[in-house]
């Protein structure tokens, strides 16, 4: 969308910002952040708008103003989220709220029309300059989407936002938006009414020059039903609103984020004392949360992604490209892989399945989640019919022999997947990568009779497919580099998260699972209530507790990489006996309707299933705290993913703990296991470890490098 210049144009400005006058009485201000890809917002840009709004100010002949991004994929991608490391105090995070501020209020008092024309995202800070606007026109391209996701970084917009979007699209809708992050796209932003009009990418400057030169809008109030006018434009309907957001906050938040808390206050506060009480408890509220622990760890997370964006799997060495990919196996885990593959890495993909219906169970995997899609509106039916084109299926290797990469998703049988090895080599290319999706069979044992082991790798997805952003990239000790670069590049085109992790049982994420899950079921067979135990994991910010998880991912599945870990690591991974009683009990959980919870009735899979106590011979009564039964288990897989470090089966810190929130579910705000126990201080783990292994049992010993590491003062990171 950069602005081309005639001779009858001049162009000022230098740095981000560039103002071009035009003959008409427009000039198109061009923000374009030297050296980046995309637009971000950065402190020190202060002067620089501030002269380039002098400027406009001091020349009459400017009737309005088109704000433009000179990259030509995104508008603003928000504020530079590094700055916020420089602020010692509140003050100082205070301080760059407010000068955010007075920036965009300047904006939007300016004598010319200000017009933003956004293609691509304007998301955070980005969006709130945009607000700042008289008008806002944006391209109907399917990556032009607008949001404030701060929350996610357990901060509150901090420049306006929360005060102008309420007042823009209502109360409810953006107190919607802010809580969940959620972006809107171009054709939702109009609906909302975020913006005044959509148009193609082609005709965009036009239009928003056509609004420069338009008058300011006078806008009527955005509450439109009798419903939305009680309780957004009354004083007892806003008490009402605030009351139950904060009560449906809590009950997802847990307490454990103090985002959410601030950013209804601050809403509320602007709504009853007025805009400018509503940007001074913004600008203290953001002040307040840029200093707290967990805003802290999640500008972590976003950090850590943000780099190993960058990487690639193995250092230096440059991934092929996949052109065709085949999918062995139409099971649920087939369908996703092939679905992921489909619409977000955009390659063809041949599904090959041993029975018709297999093939046509993938295929209605995708299907499914496209047609929701459209029905919803966020998708054109063409764009769904050119996805689900993507998906073929075979009964043999017919159309796979051009296939760049293959990967396996049939049942954890050892014979079976390496026949599958010698089958991919007989029918495919030499350089054909074979990629199992194993989650407990060692990847060495699944190449052991490969003519080309160097091209066999796991590559394990977790469940659903679609939803979990993690992948686990497995390299044997043949692996080559080239196939772990080529992998890894692979997965993240798909729209995962990778994390390159060392063969072994278990793998990574499932083996710090296991004694956690382990303990859980140790506390049922103690007389722990279920509920008790779940709750109590919920509470210290797990999505679900480890009873639940066991129902959800299938007993039978959860328990059968136990085996492995016994025979790999020894007695500390054995599993209660209950499990096989359960087991033979015909419980497999959520998928047949049988397992610790109730699937029948009014609430399926909300309350326990009595019955599990009598099977157990149990009589449950609650003898632990929340706090003592979330440390049991927790600190089992703190041990557990200390030892994964020391040895070599994750690279390096910072990957365990994406691998842990990303595929586990390990709550965000401690920042992942690593950095939660760098928090906790690794004398006090150590300590409670030599506790529960004095109290409970000789599994609970500390590992020796988290005992090395107490004696030497020494942390992760």
């Not at 952040?33 to 002269?51: H, Y």
């Not at 508008?75 to 509140?90: N, P, Q, R, Y």
């Not at 501020?101 to 004598?111: A, G, L, N, W």
């Not at 004694?515 to 067979?525: F, T």
Request: charged letters at 25%; hydrophobic letters at 40%.
């Amino acid at each position: 969308m950069t602005q081309e210049t005639n001779k009858n144009n001049a162009a000022t400005g230098s740095g981000a910002f560039t103002l071009t006058k035009k003959d008409n009485g427009v000039a198109i201000l061009t923000m374009d952040v030297p050296g980046e890809s995309m637009n971000t917002l950065k402190a020190e840009f202060g002067d620089e708008i501030s002269a380039m709004l002098d400027e406009i100010d001091a020349d009459k002949s400017i009737k309005g103003v088109v704000l433009a991004s000179g990259k030509s994929s995104s508008f603003v991608a928000g504020a530079d989220i590094s700055m916020l490391a420089a602020c010692k105090t509140e003050d100082d995070a205070r301080a760059l709220a407010t000068g955010g501020q007075e920036v965009f209020d300047r904006i939007e008092r300016m004598r010319a029309t200000f017009v933003a024309a956004i293609h691509g995202p304007a998301l955070g800070g980005g969006l709130e300059l945009a607000l700042a606007c008289h008008y806002r026109v944006c391209s109907d391209a399917s990556a032009t989407q607008v949001g404030l996701p701060e929350v996610q970084l357990g901060l509150l917009p901090g420049s306006g936002g929360t005060q102008r979007l309420p007042r823009l699209i209502g109360i409810q809708q953006a107190m919607k938006m802010m809580l969940t992050g959620s972006p809107a796209r171009a054709k939702q932003a109009k609906k909302y009414g975020i913006v005044d009009d959509m148009v193609p990418l082609s005709v965009l400057m036009d239009v928003a020059e056509k609004y420069a030169l338009k008058a300011k809008p006078e806008r009527e109030k955005p509450q439109k039903s009798w419903m939305n006018k009680a309780l957004e434009l009354t004083g007892p309907g806003k008490s009402i609103m605030f009351k139950k957001a904060r009560e449906q906050t809590l009950s997802k938040t847990k307490g454990n984020y103090p985002a959410p808390a601030y950013i209804i206050d601050v809403i509320e506060t602007g709504m009853n004392e007025g805009m400018q009480a509503g940007l001074k408890a913004e600008a203290e509220a953001f002040g307040k949360l840029v200093m707290t622990p967990e805003s802290y760890q999640l500008r972590q997370i976003f950090f850590a992604t943000t780099e190993m964006k960058k990487e690639n799997g193995v250092e230096g060495v440059k991934p092929e490209t996949v052109n065709k990919v085949g999918v062995l196996g139409g099971g649920l885990m087939g369908g996703g892989i092939a679905y992921v593959t489909a619409t977000k890495a955009g390659k063809p993909v041949r599904i090959k399945d041993v029975r018709a219906e297999g093939i046509a169970n993938a295929m209605k995997y995708s299907y499914d989640l496209l047609n929701k899609k459209v029905k919803k509106r966020f998708m054109r039916k063409t764009e769904m019919q050119k996805q689900m084109s993507l998906l073929t299926g075979t009964l043999d290797y017919n159309g796979l022999q051009d296939a760049d990469i293959v990967v396996e998703a049939v049942f954890e049988d050892l014979d079976l997947k390496q026949n599958m090895v010698a089958d991919v080599e007989n029918h495919c290319q030499q350089s054909t990568i074979f990629a199992s999706n194993t989650s407990s069979i060692p990847i060495t044992q699944i190449a052991a009779k490969a003519e080309r082991p160097e091209n066999v790798i796991g590559l394990h997805y977790f469940s659903p497919v679609d939803k979990m952003p993690l992948a686990e990239v497995i390299a044997h000790e043949k692996t080559s580099d080239q196939t772990i670069s080529t992998t890894v590049e692979f997965a993240k085109k798909q729209g995962k998260t990778p994390v390159v992790v060392k063969d072994g049982a278990g793998f990574y994420v499932n083996r710090i699972l296991a004694p956690y899950m382990n303990e859980a079921a140790n506390l049922i067979l103690e007389g722990e209530p279920i509920e008790h135990i779940d709750k109590s994991l919920v509470k210290f910010g797990f999505p679900v507790g480890p009873v639940k998880l066991l129902d959800e991912v299938g007993i039978d599945v959860g328990t059968k990489i136990i085996p492995f870990l016994v025979e790999e690591f020894g007695e500390r991974f054995t599993a209660p006996a209950a499990f096989d009683k359960v087991l033979n009990d015909g419980r497999k959980g959520k998928k047949n309707k049988k397992g610790f919870y109730l699937y029948e009735g009014k609430k399926p899979g909300k309350e326990v299933d009595e019955s599990i106590y009598s099977l157990l011979g149990l009589s449950p009564s609650s003898k632990l705290s929340e706090k003592e039964v979330a440390e049991r288990c927790v600190m089992m897989m703190l041990n557990e993913a200390a030892r994964c470090l020391d040895e070599g089966v994750i690279r390096n810190a910072r990957d365990g703990d994406i691998g842990a929130i990303f595929g586990i579910g390990f709550p965000p705000f401690l920042g992942g296991p690593f950095r939660y126990m760098d928090t906790l201080g690794i004398r006090h783990v150590v300590s409670r470890l030599e506790h529960y292994a004095s109290a409970v049992g000789e599994k609970y010993a500390p590992a020796e490098v988290l005992v090395k590491m107490a004696e030497n003062d020494q942390t992760f990171y």
